[in-house]
Nanobody, 118 residues
Framework: QVQLVESGGGLVQPGGSLRLSCVAS????????MGWYRQAPGKQRELVAV???????NYADSVKGRFTISLDNAKNTVYLQMNSLKPEDAAVYYC????????????WGQGTQVTVSS
């Protein structure tokens, strides 16, 4: 199976920045669409950002202009740069891979906690 390992979460003050990383177990980006999701306590998991199979990016309205998703194929890593963080951004952030070849085949990382508080 594909393994996804997130890192980079932590505690930041409002207005601060974090960069999340997700390292894949192999060179999968040619075969998988990559994305970041988040889930806050008591809320449903929501899409934050995706890097589509066509090479374009999409973002939730709540993070547009503040978050940036990017890939580094050489390092098998997907990043989420988060700037101007708000308390409502606090959540567990999950890396996600969706197969471009096998319908419904997907993988999730274990998540990394982001806390935004003064």
């Amino acid at each position: 199976q594909v393994q996804l390992v997130e890192s980079g979460g932590g505690l930041v003050q409002p207005g601060g920045s974090l960069r999340l990383s997700c390292v894949a177990s192999g060179s999968i980006f040619i075969f998988f669409d990559m994305g970041w999701y988040r889930q806050a306590p008591g809320k449903q998991r929501e899409l934050v950002a995706v890097f589509t199979r066509g090479g374009s990016t999409n973002y939730a309205d709540s993070v547009k202009g503040r978050f940036t998703i990017s890939l580094d194929n050489a390092k098998n890593t997907v990043y989420l740069q988060m700037n101007s963080l708000k308390p409502e951004d606090a959540a567990v952030y999950y890396c996600h891979a969706l197969s471009k070849i096998h319908s419904g085949l997907e993988y999730w990382g274990q998540g990394t906690q982001v806390t935004v508080s003064s």
